[in-house]
């Protein structure tokens, strides 16, 4: 099938400002629209940057915007996509060039929640023990791959950069709840800080958005509830 | 413009096997680690099934047992000693996991639960044992974000988007990398005592595969270019469950969990040719059957492939142990695997050969077991070698982290005893002469191109089944393929972001990789493990009882082998 994709470009080597490039893509019906970009920049455009690797959403780096919604690249279908397929950077981060946006300020943040496991008894000879029950809790925030698709689906975001974003407070999550760790207050009193979850209004998009099907805007309650109950102030 | 760095140690590659060795290196030395991608992003992520460690955790596992597993599996090219280090340390690996927060899926008594896996059986191939450690079929992924959850506690360097070209050795000593920043195009020369190579694989060499786009064999490419060999590069693993066309993964952990394939007739063809492990035969072994029964008439519609049943396991089962190739299934063929047939077909998944090294990691540069100071590797760019001719299931994400470690600690002390001088303040930069070249190119070749031949060309004549006229009609191809490469013309000619140029860089880096895999795969005239040669079908233990070295000497392809170590366990008839 021919499909027209209009892509977002931007070379901050030769363009003052950003314009849409379109071209002309003979694909399959169920190529990914990574393939599409692939046959842009392989066949039409070697200029294009953007970046991916794994090709089936788990690696989290081609998290772009297409057809005004977040989505990993080669995890959407052309087929479901239309005639006309629009594809832009991630909206919030700063352009590098063209597909490619400045990712730092996002793992900045993620490292702010102390992303790892803390707990600073003796170490057991073998594992720690762990109910069935106690490790489903948190299942759902381990699958976070950090594309970045929700952070920069979010409204709040967008108006104000200091605010968290819920990726971190996913990962944030993924330790408070996991009853191994032991430093869910310090990473609470953080996210109860003026940048932290109660920027969030619960407008649902950043679940809209995840490619893992992560239940983002629960697990953002879920924080709150937990800042609420303990009493933690930021 | 050069800039000039100084660490005690660099990890080239942030996936499992780097990780591991910048969290033993970081208490003891000034170490950073350098990635063409983000950390996170690397393929270990992608890793599905789970991890074999013997704990015993649901029935009796002895580590003995995962050793004779890990060399039969291996057609017995293993190298004995090695394997049954890592089968060993396998265990401790997986509890200090557990103590960093890998999120395992757990026994209803709350030990790391654990599942069947291809190869791995109790009591030296009596039957099926449950061995692989995972958390649902997202194991690598878990492990990915654990190593990096560490390295950020430890407050490890990295730097991200650096693609590696070359590496420093001065008088017989390496001491360091140099480096392209691909957010400006400037050249960085990374200066160090110790250099761990922990790069990945090299799938992408093929047209079908299981691999990211990223592997490309960069940093293997990159030590043979500097006359380092690299060794048994003709076993090249094939994994038998790839979506068909798209050799997306489907963890073996199916097959664990039950799924079974099935030819046009409906029939468990697996039966017939592994009556004890069935399903759970070594993946090896499992490709050439499913070719063997298109080949005979019995692939689905006649066609070259067959189907995996997934239908008997149940919702339960698909959701909460094999969540995300249900989803893959999903996503890429419109299949509900509940209900309907997967079409699958083998998909490069493993390169088992690499850059030779001892068990500790250090790089050896000849049969004698010589090192190259200061050179390190691990991981599957690193040939150990504890999967000889054919890798078992699990055991990959065994190998980074047991070799990640044990190359680190190697690594601590090597740098705290100085052994080597610092490096030259003027290194060579030749490499900066090909950048240019690339960059400024007047030819009339696209890279693209000419990596669609060479994908299609190995998968056509250098995959499961091989003849001495495919491999050398396949050699004559990349000969003429690496001539093209010489008059490349890329479009983008910046130097911000330039995936355009790094495009045909890795390109460069696979041609010779193919041209390794095919020579190394035409000199070896017999079958063993993923090396099948139809002119020459049988094991022969009297001539090739041994390792491939494989050299380029002034341009031309040289060989010279290495014994297999051989402890317990006398090479046998491998039957499953």
């Known amino acids: 099938m ?16 950003s314009y849409w490039g379109a071209y002309d893509v003979d694909a399959e019906p169920t190529d990914r629209v990574l393939d599409g970009l692939h046959y842009v920049k392989w066949r039409l455009d070697g200029t294009l940057a953007l970046r ?4 089936h959403g788990i690696c989290g780096s081609d998290a772009m915007v297409i057809n005004g919604r977040n989505r990993l690249a080669c995890k959407v279908l052309i087929k479901d996509m239309g005639r006309v397929i629009t594809v832009e950077p991630l909206r919030g981060f700063r352009v590098l060039k063209d597909l490619i946006v400045d990712m730092e300020p996002f793992f900045a943040k993620y490292r702010a929640v102390k992303p790892y496991l803390i707990n600073d008894d003796p170490a057991p000879a073998k594992e720690r023990l762990q109910s069935p029950e106690d490790r489903a809790r948190y299942d759902d925030t381990t699958k976070c791959i950090l594309c970045a698709a929700c952070t920069t689906a979010c409204p709040i975001f967008w108006s104000d950069g200091d605010y968290v974003g819920p990726a971190a407070i996913v990962q944030a999550h993924r330790f408070i709840f996991d009853n191994r760790d032991q430093a869910a207050d310090e990473r609470l009193a953080i996210l109860a800080e003026e940048s932290g979850a109660f920027r969030c209004r619960t407008i649902f998009n950043c679940t809209d958005a995840c490619p893992r099907g992560i239940d983002v805007t629960r697990a953002i309650q879920d924080v709150k509830r937990a800042i609420l109950l303990r009493g933690v102030s930021g | 413009m050069v800039s000039r760095l100084e660490f005690d140690a660099i990890v080239v590659g942030a996936g499992g096997a780097g990780l591991r060795a910048a969290l033993e290196l970081a208490p003891h030395a000034k170490v950073a680690v350098i990635s063409k991608l983000y950390p996170i992003r690397s393929h270990t992520g992608a890793a599905q099934g789970g991890i074999g460690a013997a704990l015993g955790n649901m029935e009796e596992d002895r580590w003995e047992w995962h050793t004779f597993d890990t060399v039969k599996g291996s057609d017995y090219l293993a190298d004995q000693d090695a394997a049954e280090v890592m089968c060993r340390e396998a265990i401790d690996t997986v509890y200090e996991l557990e103590r960093w927060g890998l999120p395992f899926d757990r026994t209803p008594d709350g030990l790391i639960a654990q599942r069947r896996f291809g190869g791995h059986t109790r009591n030296f191939g009596e039957g099926p044992v449950r061995r692989a450690c995972h958390a649902a079929d997202r194991t690598g992924h878990m492990i990915l974000q654990t190593m990096y959850q560490q390295c950020i506690r430890r407050n490890v360097t990295f730097f991200d988007e650096y693609q590696v070209l070359d590496l420093l050795v001065e008088n017989g000593v390496c001491h360091g990398v140099v480096a392209y920043r691909v957010a400006d195009g400037d050249l960085v020369t990374f200066h160090s005592l110790a250099v761990l190579f922990a790069v990945g694989g090299f799938g992408r060499i093929y047209k079908v595969t299981s691999n990211a786009h990223a592997l490309t064999g960069d940093g293997v490419a990159i030590a043979w270019r500097r006359g380092i060999p690299l060794e048994d590069m003709e076993f090249f693993q094939f994994h038998p469950t790839g979506i068909y066309k798209l050799g997306i993964l489907l963890s073996e952990a199916a097959r664990g969990e039950g799924a079974v394939m099935v030819n046009d007739k409906g029939e468990r063809f697996m039966e017939r040719y592994a009556p004890t492990m069935k399903d759970l035969a070594p993946r090896d072994m499992i490709s050439r059957y499913i070719y063997q029964e298109v080949r005979e008439g019995r692939g689905i519609g006649g066609k070259d492939f067959v189907h995996l049943d997934f239908r008997h396991l149940g919702p339960d089962v698909l959701v909460h142990k094999l969540p995300d190739i249900t989803e893959f299934v999903r996503v890429y063929m419109g299949l509900d695997p509940a209900r309907e047939l997967v079409p699958i077909q083998p998909t490069a998944h493993y390169a088992m050969g690499g850059i030779p090294t001892d068990i500790d990691g250090r790089v050896i ?21 504890v999967h000889g001719a054919n890798r078992l299931g699990t055991n990959s994400l065994v190998d980074i982290l047991v070799f990640g470690r044990r190359a680190g600690r190697h690594m601590a002390e090597y740098v705290r005893e100085g052994a080597a001088a610092a490096g030259s303040h003027n290194p060579d930069l030749a490499i900066r002469g090909e950048i240019e070249r690339l960059r400024g190119g007047t030819g009339d070749e696209s890279a693209a191109t000419i990596r669609e031949m060479l994908q299609q060309e190995m998968m056509d004549k250098v995959s499961v089944f091989r003849t001495g006229g495919d491999l050398d009609a396949a050699l004559q191809t990349i000969h003429a393929l690496q001539e093209r490469f010489r008059r490349v013309r890329i479009a983008d000619r910046g130097r911000q972001f330039n995936t355009d140029l790094l495009e045909a860089l890795e390109l460069g880096y696979m041609l010779d990789l193919a041209e390794a895999t095919t020579a190394s795969a035409l000199h070896r005239t ?23 070295l494989c050299y380029r000497r002034d341009g031309r392809v040289e060989f010279r082998h290495k014994p297999v170590v051989i402890t317990r366990f006398a090479p046998k008839e491998r039957t499953y």
Do not use: M
């Not at chain 2, 040669?533 to 090739?544: C, F």
């Open chain 1, 2 to 17: 021919n499909v027209t994709f209009r892509i977002r470009r931007f070379n901050p080597e030769a363009d003052a400002s």
């Open chain 1, 52 to 55: 991916r690797s794994c090709g």
């Open chain 2, 365 to 385: 540069i000849d049969e004698h077991d010589t090192p190259l100071l200061g050179f390190y590797a691990a991981g599957e760019c690193a040939c150990v070698s």
């Open chain 2, 526 to 548: 017999e079958s063993r493990g993923a090396h099948s040669r139809e002119d020459y079908p049988q094991r022969d233990d009297v001539n090739w009882l041994k390792h491939t």
